[in-house]
């Protein structure tokens, strides 16, 4: 009898990327490939799927890895954007004290 683990393992995304492009490549089943990578057949069908759909492509209220991506690089965008308009707004009312004086 064999346990599983009930933690996911997390693999680089180069990984992902590598492994699905073996999948496509190779023509071998999906279940094969994963057996010799040593990860699950169904966690390998879920990149193998995620790879097909960009962002904005695929079901609604699904996001692929692209679109997670996709959110990162625009969550850290805001929060540079943000942090500029703190300093904007600092920097305005400075001047305008100096300019009412």
């Known amino acids: 009898m064999s346990k599983k683990s009930n933690t996911s393992k ?10 699905v492009g073996l999948v496509r490549s190779s023509g071998r089943p999906v279940a094969e490939v994963a057996r010799e990578l040593g990860v699950s057949t169904e966690g390998l069908r879920t990149w193998v799927n995620q790879a097909k759909t960009g962002p904005g492509e695929g079901p609604a209220g699904v996001l692929t890895t ?3 991506e996709e959110l990162k690089r625009l969550r850290r965008e805001l929060t540079e954007a943000k942090k500029a308009d703190e300093i904007l707004v600092k920097a305005a009312a400075f001047f305008a004290k100096e300019i009412v004086k």
Not at 10 to 19: G, I, L, Q, S, T
């Open 10 to 19: 997390r693999y680089p995304a180069e990984f992902k990327r590598d492994a």
């Open 66 to 68: 692209a679109g997670w």
